[in-house]
C-alpha cells in the first residue's frame, strides 16, 4: 500500500518486490525499455523493463505500453485501469513517479524519520531479515543499505541487463565475421578456401569435438602470482591438521624441557626437530642454522612477480586445459603457411617447419574471470570469455588461438586514444639497466595502448596516450614490474614540418606587394644565405643541383598540398603499404594474382578521391605522375616524376625507355626514392617528418653517366682484348724474350685504366649514394626557398563546467594557446559542455591548473585530435616599417613556432640561433651621487 497514494489506491505492494533487479550507471533509452537506476552509495538498483512486467500483471496493462508512458506527462485511472494523457485529477503525478518513485521515496522517508512502525512494516511485508545491529544503527544511511540490498540487489540487476541486452554469439553477423577475419585492405574473397570455409564454424558457434577451436586474445593483463589459484592457501585435511598439531605439541614438550634445564638432543639428532614450523612460532636450534645458509631471496622474486593473463573469448569450439593449439601472430598469414608447407593445412602437427609469426603451445591454465578473483577451468564452451595462463612467452599484446593453421589472425583492437607523449627512461643506477630493459617488456605486454621504443641514439622511449597515462605507466614500471628507481625526461611532443603557400599580408595586415623595397631585398638575402654554392635556385623555387662526381643533375620543386588531400594520404595509410607490396612483388617478378578485384576498386577509389581535389593548371596529370609516398612509403608526402626518361607510377609501376635499360633506370630511380624517404623522414627546421609536402622532379639529367658508362664499357673490352692477346702470346712462346715490351706494354694499360676507373667511382663513393644524398639536399633547399611551418598535434578538449566558472576555463585555455570550438548547455541542467582544440605541447599540468582555477567544478578530458599548422613564422623578422613600429627592432613579442622549434633542436642536440645577451648596454644609477 503506498502511503502518499491518494484514495488509498492499490498502487504497488511491497511484498511483489524487485529481487532479481538490478543496478548500474542510468541509461536511458525509453524506445527499448532499456533504462536501469542505480544508486551507488546506497547500493541498490534495478531495471526499468522488470519493474513493468510487475506491474503490467498488477494492473493488466501491457508491458510494452507501460514501458512506452513511463515517460512523460502520462497518468494511470486505476479504476478504469488505463492510460491517459490528461491529468482528469488534479495535483496526480506522473505515471514513472506514482509507481516507482513514489515508493522509493516512501522508504527513505521513513528510515530518516526513524518511524520504527513504518520501517517494520516495510521489511515484514517484503520478507527480508534485517539484523539487529543494522536495525539499531544511528547511521540512517546502513539501514538504508541494509534493506536495499536485499530488496533491489544491484548484481542481479546488471547480470539481468547483460543477459538481456548483450547480443548472443549465435547472433553474429556474416559481414562481422568477414571484417573479423581480414586484417588491413585484405579481402575476404582472397582468403584460401580452407580459410574462407571457417566462416561457417564462426557462424554456427557449435560445441562439437570435430568443430575447430578458435580464441581470440584482446589483451594481457599482469597479476600477481600470489592471486593465482593454484597459489592459494588450500584447507588442510584431517590428516594434516594432526600431523601439525603432534609437531606443535612436540616442540611444546621440548621447550618445557629446555626451561626445566633437561635440553633434549635426541630429538635434533633423528631430525624429527626439522619438520616445517608452524605459522607463528620461531625456528629454533638446527633450523636457524639452516634458514641461515639457505638463500630466501630467490622464493621472495617468485613470489613478487607478476603473471600474465589473456583475456579471450572462444568463438568456435570447446577450450580444454591441455590442449595443443596454433598461435597467430597478428602479421600471420595463412598465404605464407601454404607457400611453406607444401602439404598444406593436412600436414601433421609435429612435422610442420618453422612459419613466421606462427607458434605451437599447450593450454596450460583456464580461468573464470569473477572480478579480482580467479576460477580453476577444465574447459569453457564457445561464445564465453575466459583468463589464459601460460601465453607470456607467446603473445605479446593480441593474438589468435586455433587448432587449424588455416585461421588468419583477427584485426587487432583500435584505441581512440593514440599514444603520442614520449619520455625517454633510464635507470638511477646503470648496473640496474637489465632490469628496466625487463621491466619496459613486462608493461609493453601488460598495457595495450603503450609502445616502447629504442631510438637510434640507444634512448629507451616509452610512448603514451597523454599525461595522466604517461604517469600510471611509470608507477607500473616502479612498483610493479622494474622495481627500481628510475629517471624520466621531460615529455618528447612530436612535432610536423610543412610548407604553405606565400602569405598575401603582412604581420600587421598589410599587403605584401605594397610593401617597401627594403623587406623585398631583405628576403632575398634571407634566402640565399640560407643556400650554399654551386646550387641554382630558381625564381620559381626550382632547385637545381649535381651529384659530387659531376655526372647527374636533378631539379626538384616543392609545393603544398591541400589539406583534404594530406587527410586523404593519412586515412589511406593501410591501402598505401597494400600497394607497395604489390609493387614490391610485381618488381620482384612474383606472381600478383591475388590481387581482388575489391582491392582493385578500393585503389580506383583512392586515385578518383586524389584526383578530385587536385585540379588546377598545376595539378594537371599530376596523379598519374605520382612516383612513392613517404616517409617509409606510406606517409602523408608525394614524389612526382616528370621525367620522360624513365616513366614510373605507383599505379602502373616503371616502364623505360627500352627493355634493356629498365633494370638500370630502376636501380637510379629507387636511389632517388630513398632520397626522397630520408628527406621526408626529417625536414630542416628541427629534423622532424614532413607532412603535406609535394616533391616535384622535374629532370634528371644522366647523360654524362651514359657517356662515362660507354666510356668505361669501351674501356673494359679494350682492356679484355689485351689479355686475350696476352694469354695467346703466352700459350706461343712462353720463353720468347721477345714478347717482353708487349707484356709491358700491356700492364700499365691496364693499371691506367682501373685506376681511372676507380678514380671516378671510389672518390665519392658509389654513384647509388651520391644520388640518395643529392636528391636528399635537393628536397630540403627546395623546402627552405618556400615558407616553411611547425604543425603540432593537438587534442580535442572536452570540458563540463557551470556557468560560474566559465571565465575561469576561457583564462586557462587562452594561456595555453587553446581555441574554443563550441560552447552549449546540457538540457536539463546548469552545466555548460565546452569543445575546445589546445595543443599537446601545452597540456601538461592543464587537467590540474584548471580544477585549482575552478574549485574543481571543471573537469575536462583530452583526446588526439589532429595535426594543425602554426600560423606563425618560426623565420620571421620585422622587415616593413609598419611591422619596426608595431613590434620593435628586436620583435620582442614571443614567436610560438620559434619557441617549439628551438626546444626540439636542443634537445636533439642541433644548432640553434640565439643570443645571451642582446643590444646589452652598460649600467648607470639615474641618481646623483652624495
Excluded at 565475421?177 to 585484405?186: F, N, R
Aim: contains cysteine; negative net charge; aromatic residues 6%.
Amino acid at each position: 500500500m503506498n502511503p502518499n497514494s491518494e484514495q488509498g489506491e492499490q498502487v504497488y505492494d511491497w511484498s511483489t518486490g524487485l529481487e532479481d533487479t538490478d543496478d548500474s550507471h542510468l541509461y536511458f533509452s525509453p524506445d527499448q525499455g532499456n533504462v536501469v537506476f542505480t544508486s551507488a552509495v546506497d547500493g541498490w538498483g534495478f531495471g526499468i523493463e522488470h519493474f513493468a512486467k510487475i506491474y503490467s500483471k498488477k494492473i493488466g496493462i501491457k508491458k510494452e505500453v507501460l514501458l512506452k508512458t513511463l515517460w512523460g506527462d502520462y497518468y494511470i485511472n486505476m479504476k478504469a485501469k488505463k492510460i491517459m494523457k490528461v491529468d482528469q485529477a488534479k495535483g496526480k503525478k506522473p505515471l514513472f513517479v506514482q509507481l516507482i518513485l513514489e515508493n522509493i521515496w516512501s522508504l527513505y522517508d521513513a528510515v530518516l524519520k526513524k518511524d520504527k512502525e513504518k520501517i517494520d512494516k516495510i521489511v515484514s511485508s517484503l520478507g527480508l531479515k534485517i539484523g539487529a545491529r543494522e536495525a539499531r544503527h544511528l547511521d540512517p544511511k546502513v539501514q538504508i543499505n541494509a534493506i536495499c540490498s536485499q530488496w533491489l540487489p544491484i548484481s542481479h540487476a546488471v547480470l539481468a541487463m547483460v543477459c538481456q541486452k548483450l547480443p548472443s554469439p549465435l547472433d553474429i553477423t556474416a559481414e562481422r565475421v568477414e571484417k573479423l577475419m581480414c586484417t588491413g585492405s585484405q579481402t575476404f574473397e582472397s582468403l584460401p578456401p580452407e580459410t574462407q570455409a571457417l566462416k561457417a564454424a564462426f557462424m554456427k558457434c557449435g560445441s562439437e569435438d570435430t568443430a575447430p577451436v578458435i580464441i581470440f586474445v584482446s589483451k594481457m593483463f599482469a597479476v600477481d602470482n600470489k592471486a593465482l589459484p593454484q597459489n592459494k592457501p588450500r584447507p588442510l585435511s584431517q590428516e594434516e591438521i594432526a600431523q601439525r598439531r603432534e609437531h606443535a605439541r612436540r616442540r611444546h614438550a621440548e621447550k618445557l624441557a629446555a626451561a626445566q634445564g633437561q635440553t633434549p638432543l635426541e630429538p635434533a639428532q633423528d631430525g624429527s626437530a626439522l619438520e616445517t614450523n608452524p605459522v607463528g612460532e620461531e625456528p629454533r636450534g638446527d633450523d636457524q642454522h639452516l634458514e641461515g645458509m639457505t638463500p630466501k631471496p630467490v622464493p621472495q622474486e617468485e613470489n613478487n612477480q607478476e603473471s600474465f593473463i589473456a583475456f579471450a573469448r572462444v568463438f568456435s569450439g570447446v577450450a580444454q586445459r591441455g590442449k595443443k593449439i596454433f598461435v597467430l601472430g597478428p602479421k600471420y598469414s595463412p598465404v605464407e603457411f601454404l607457400q611453406r608447407v607444401p602439404l598444406g593445412f593436412s600436414a601433421p602437427l609435429d612435422d610442420l617447419p618453422p612459419v613466421p609469426h606462427m607458434a605451437c603451445c599447450t593450454l596450460e591454465n583456464l580461468y573464470l574471470l569473477m572480478g579480482r578473483e580467479l576460477e580453476d577451468l577444465e574447459e569453457v564452451p564457445p561464445g564465453n570469455v575466459l583468463g589464459i595462463g601460460g601465453l607470456q612467452d607467446f603473445v605479446l599484446k593480441s593474438a589468435t588461438l586455433c587448432s587449424l593453421p588455416s585461421c588468419p589472425p583477427f584485426i587487432p583492437l583500435n584505441f581512440e586514444a593514440t599514444p603520442i607523449v614520449r619520455v625517454a627512461v633510464e635507470p638511477k643506477h646503470p648496473s640496474e639497466m637489465p632490469q628496466l630493459v625487463k621491466g619496459m617488456k613486462l608493461l609493453n605486454q601488460a598495457d595495450p595502448c603503450v609502445q616502447i621504443l629504442i631510438q637510434e641514439t640507444g634512448e629507451h622511449v616509452l610512448v603514451t596516450a597523454g599525461e595522466v597515462h604517461l604517469q600510471r605507466c611509470l608507477d607500473d614500471l616502479k612498483e610493479r614490474f622494474a622495481k627500481i628507481q628510475i629517471s624520466v625526461s621531460e615529455p618528447i611532443i612530436p612535432f610536423r614540418e610543412t610548407i604553405t603557400k606565400p602569405p598575401k599580408v603582412d604581420m600587421v595586415n598589410e599587403e605584401i606587394g605594397k610593401q617597401q623595397k627594403v623587406a623585398v631585398i631583405h628576403q632575398t638575402k634571407e634566402d640565399q644565405s640560407k643556400i650554399p654554392e654551386g646550387i641554382q635556385v630558381d625564381s620559381d623555387g626550382l632547385i637545381t643541383i649535381t651529384t659530387p662526381n659531376k655526372l647527374a643533375t636533378l631539379s626538384v620543386r616543392a609545393m603544398p598540398l591541400p589539406e583534404e588531400v594530406t587527410q586523404i594520404l593519412e586515412e589511406s595509410s593501410d591501402l598505401i603499404r597494400c600497394m607497395e607490396q604489390l609493387t614490391t612483388s610485381l618488381n620482384e617478378g612474383r606472381s600478383t594474382q591475388m590481387i581482388h578485384q575489391k582491392t582493385q576498386e578500393r585503389i580506383c577509389e583512392f586515385k578518383g578521391k586524389l584526383e578530385q581535389h587536385l585540379t588546377g593548371r598545376k595539378w594537371r596529370n599530376t596523379v598519374d605522375q605520382i612516383w612513392s609516398f613517404g616517409p617509409r612509403k606510406c606517409g602523408p608526402n608525394i614524389l612526382i616524376n616528370k621525367s620522360e626518361d624513365f616513366q614510373y607510377s605507383v599505379w602502373l609501376g616503371p616502364a623505360g625507355k627500352a627493355s634493356k635499360e629498365a633494370s638500370k633506370y630502376r636501380d637510379i630511380g629507387n636511389s632517388i626514392v630513398s632520397g626522397f624517404q630520408l628527406a621526408t623522414l626529417s625536414g630542416p627546421m628541427c629534423e622532424e617528418p614532413l607532412m603535406g609536402v609535394c616533391f616535384v622532379l622535374e629532370k634528371w639529367d644522366l647523360s654524362k653517366f651514359e657517356e662515362q658508362g660507354t666510356s668505361d664499357k669501351q674501356n673494359q673490352e679494350q682492356s679484355s682484348l689485351v689479355k686475350e692477346r696476352q694469354r695467346e702470346d703466352e700459350t706461343c712462346s712462353a720463353g720468347d724474350e721477345n714478347q717482353e715490351p708487349q707484356d709491358g706494354y700491356s700492364e700499365p694499360f691496364e693499371k691506367r685504366t682501373t685506376k681511372g676507373e676507380a678514380s671516378l667511382t671510389d672518390c665519392y663513393g658509389p654513384f647509388s649514394g651520391q644520388l640518395i644524398a643529392t636528391m636528399k639536399e635537393a628536397c630540403r633547399y627546395a623546402l627552405q626557398v618556400k615558407p616553411q611551418r611547425l604543425m603540432a598535434a593537438m587534442y580535442t578538449c572536452d570540458i563540463m563546467a557551470t556557468g560560474d566558472v566559465l571565465g575561469r576555463v576561457y583564462a586557462v585555455l587562452s594561456k595555453r594557446e587553446g581555441r574554443v570550438l563550441q560552447e552549449e548547455m546540457k538540457e536539463g541542467t546548469d552545466m555548460f559542455i565546452i569543445k575546445a582544440v589546445l595543443p599537446v605541447a601545452e597540456s601538461f599540468g592543464f587537467a590540474d591548473e584548471i580544477r585549482k582555477r575552478t574549485s574543481g567544478l571543471a573537469s575536462p578530458q583530452l583526446v588526439f585530435s589532429h595535426w594543425e599548422i602554426i600560423p606563425s613564422d618560426p623565420f620571421w623578422v620585422p622587415t616593413t616599417e609598419e611591422e619596426y613600429l608595431h613590434f620593435g627592432e628586436k620583435a620582442d613579442s614571443e614567436n610560438q613556432a620559434r619557441k617549439y622549434m628551438n626546444a626540439v633542436r636542443k634537445r636533439k642536440g642541433l644548432y640553434v640561433e640565439e643570443k645571451i645577451v642582446e643590444h646589452a648596454e652598460k649600467q648607470r644609477t639615474l641618481s646623483k651621487n652624495k
